[in-house]
């Protein structure tokens, strides 16, 4: 039986300097310290706010989490969702996608500011939807790239 996993979907306030172009460097060294980790996930950006689902080993997650606290490029850290002993993960095969997203602004705005009574609803279904986005884009991405071959080089 595999290990229980711990997930957690937090979501902050981007420091004014952090620029998109700072926030794929971040996504890419992510990428590769959460693979060798066995950490999963996506990163939602709007430009004003930050929104993260991570999953992996408890022991990987917490001081993840730990150094995203601290880290001064977002503030208003608020953990949404803490789900200990997962069976399953729901990004399997996602180091880190990011997911650039103006237009979660407002429901990650909603989420800093929600009453306590209103946060599981809240968190919920913002969760459900930065995963059917990134879902979509990765298929998008599948299609170009059989479409029109792959880029970069």
Same mark, same amino acid.
């Given at each position: +039986? #595999?290990t229980p996993?711990?997930?957690i979907?937090y %979501?902050?306030?981007?420091?004014e300097?952090i620029?998109?172009?700072a926030? *794929?460097?971040i996504?890419g060294?992510?990428?590769m +310290?959460n693979?060798r980790? @066995?950490?999963t996930?996506?990163?939602a950006?709007?430009g004003r706010?930050f929104a993260? %689902? &991570?999953?992996?080993?408890a /022991?990987d997650?917490?001081p993840?989490m730990?150094?995203?606290? +601290?880290?001064? !490029?977002?503030?208003?850290?608020r953990?949404l969702?803490r789900?200990d002993?997962s #069976?399953?993960? *729901?990004?399997?095969?996602?180091?880190?996608?990011?997911?650039?997203? #103006?237009?979660?602004d407002?429901s &990650?705005?909603?989420?800093?500011? $929600? $009453?306590?009574?209103d &946060?599981?609803r809240? $968190?919920?279904?913002? &969760?459900?939807?930065? $995963?059917? +986005?990134? *879902?979509? /884009?990765c /298929?998008d991405?599948?299609m /170009?790239t059989? !479409?029109d @071959?792959p880029r970069?080089g």
């Amino acid at each position: +039986m #595999p290990t229980p996993l711990l997930k957690i979907f937090y %979501a902050s306030c981007c420091a004014e300097s952090i620029t998109p172009t700072a926030v *794929r460097q971040i996504v890419g060294q992510s990428q590769m +310290m959460n693979r060798r980790a @066995g950490i999963t996930g996506v990163l939602a950006y709007t430009g004003r706010h930050f929104a993260q %689902a &991570l999953e992996g080993q408890a /022991a990987d997650v917490v001081p993840l989490m730990q150094a995203i606290r +601290m880290d001064r !490029r977002h503030g208003d850290v608020r953990v949404l969702v803490r789900e200990d002993d997962s #069976p399953l993960r *729901r990004f399997d095969g996602w180091s880190m996608h990011l997911l650039d997203s #103006p237009d979660l602004d407002d429901s &990650l705005g909603q989420l800093l500011t $929600a $009453a306590p009574a209103d &946060l599981p609803r809240l $968190a919920a279904q913002t &969760l459900e939807r930065i $995963a059917d +986005m990134a *879902r979509h /884009a990765c /298929a998008d991405d599948l299609m /170009a790239t059989r !479409r029109d @071959g792959p880029r970069g080089g």
